[in-house]
């Protein structure tokens, strides 16, 4: 008789396979509801684990409420108030819809959304356009004018200009992006100025050939060059678009979704498909901007970005990124000792994304929850700090509860009872 | 026994190049680097404790 435990590495290394199988290609940036199946006029994404909206906290309130009035779906912000609690909106986390948000994660019908097909499978993962520099706008839990404003210009021009370059370009191969990333000393979460460059540098030859206006070009041109993460929402879902093919692989006890809504994490394994398990969201060790904000003014991890550590980017790879460590007062050794970590409960590496100071070891992917269990150490995530009424005021890195991983392993052996696991 | 463990000492702190191994609490290493002195660094902490059911589901899991 098969050791379950035979089935269990085996079927993980399949899910390792299928991640590292992954040939996400950006291919496009158009309008939400004509692209994402099953949106609608009156769907609104949000980041994490479903919630509703009585336990939502603040900033993704805020979020809901400035997508409400960008849409015209309310005039004011109590009518806004007042349709968000009522029912009548279809509110839903990113990840239902095959897609994934930036911290609130908000993404209605009218916005722009990078497209990226994972052309080995044929799937397509779908991310709103990262919202710049400004510490303020819907994905940081805010509402007032400037963010809708600011949600109109990517609308109007960021998102079509950035479309058509697409097309010039003929899509750009994520794949191999971040793998040069990587080399350039990018994490590819926290840290993107390598990917943003590099995107920056395959667009721009088509984007100036385009029959746009200087005004309107040196407007993207200065919006893309203004903040180094621009990147991290396309590798957001070309990561997306990584972990559908590797669900629903029996047996596996591999990771194949970490998402945080602000109260709640929660992850997915692959062997039991879209079930969600939680823990509680945990507070975020900040490196603030201002010294007048400190942790009580913080709310708790929150944002689908913790897709690209479920891909071994991010927090699982400072190793190949001391900078990032180094803008939190930490070491290279200590680095080193989390990337350690990461390959001590990971059950691969991906082969194309190579770590130059490891001796281009592949980065490690494919967070088996029975590990991180044995260890009782739970990834890390790198993140952005939202205000708890709306803001970006830091960033920083939080762990994984265990308590998700622990509900996980529980169903997963719920779901093999039949092989009589003792419980 | 005393002569083995004197001699050791005596090795360590007479010997060209000594190796420090640091378990645990990790603000010994930086001093000791710091004074050149080659240090292996064990990370190492107390276990975390499981829930008895999870502990005993990793055991046949794992």
């Known amino acids: ?423 | 026994m005393a002569d083995e463990a004197h001699s050791l000492s005596g090795a360590l702190l007479l010997g060209e190049k000594k190796v420090v191994v640091n378990m645990g609490v990790e603000v010994f290493e930086d001093s000791l680097r710091r004074q050149g002195i080659e240090v292996v660094v064990v990370r190492w902490q107390p276990p975390r404790e499981l829930p008895q059911d999870v502990a005993r589901l990793l055991d046949r899991l794992l």
């Open chain 1, 1 to 423: 008789m098969t050791d379950i435990r035979d089935n269990i590495d085996r079927a993980n290394q399949k899910v390792v396979e299928r991640l590292c199988a992954g040939q996400p290609v950006w291919i496009g940036c158009k309008t939400a509801v004509d692209v994402i199946p099953g949106m609608t006029r009156h769907t609104i994404l949000h980041a994490g684990p479903p919630i509703e909206w009585e336990r939502m906290c603040q900033p993704m309130r805020n979020g809901i409420l400035g997508a409400i009035l960008y849409e015209g779906l309310a005039s004011n912000v109590d009518e806004a108030n007042s349709l968000a609690s009522s029912g009548r909106l279809t509110l839903a986390p990113c990840h239902q819809y095959g897609a994934v948000g930036g911290m609130t994660g908000i993404t209605s019908a009218s916005m722009p959304v990078h497209i990226v097909r994972n052309e080995a499978f044929g799937n397509l993962a779908y991310c709103v356009p990262h919202e710049g520099a400004s510490p303020t706008g819907f994905g940081w839990g805010t509402y007032d004018e400037g963010s809708i404003r600011h949600a109109r210009w990517m609308q109007e021009e960021l998102g079509p200009v950035l479309d058509a370059g697409l097309r010039a370009v003929g899509g750009i191969n994520m794949r191999q992006l971040i793998g040069r990333a990587i080399q350039m000393g990018d994490e590819d979460h926290g840290r993107c100025g390598a990917a943003t460059t590099l995107l920056t540098r395959e667009l721009a030859p088509h984007l100036v050939r385009l029959d746009v206006s200087k005004d309107v070009l040196g407007r993207v041109f200065d919006f893309l060059l203004s903040a180094d993460i621009f990147a991290l929402h396309v590798i957001m879902a070309a990561a997306r678009s990584m972990v559908e093919p590797a669900k629903k692989i029996p047996y596996s006890t591999v990771v194949t979704t970490m998402a945080r809504n602000g109260v709640e994490f929660g992850i997915k394994i692959s062997s039991l498909g879209d079930q969600w398990f939680t823990g509680p969201a945990q507070p975020i060790k900040t490196v603030f901007f201002s010294p007048e904000w400190t942790a009580a003014d913080a709310t708790p991890d929150i944002g689908d970005s913790s897709i690209v550590e479920t891909v071994g980017l991010g927090g699982l790879i400072h190793a190949a990124a001391p900078a990032q460590e180094a803008a939190f007062g930490g070491t290279y050794a200590e680095a080193l000792r989390k990337t350690e970590e990461a390959y001590a409960f990971c059950a691969g590496v991906h082969e194309a994304w190579t770590i130059p100071n490891l001796d281009f070891r592949g980065v490690p992917l494919g967070i088996d929850i029975r590990k991180v269990l044995k260890m009782g150490v739970t990834p890390i995530l790198d993140t952005a700090t939202a205000h708890k009424d709306g803001g970006k005021i830091g960033i920083g890195e939080a762990r994984a509860p265990r308590e998700a991983f622990e509900a996980a392993l529980r169903a997963f052996a719920n779901s093999h009872e039949a092989e009589s696991i003792d419980a």
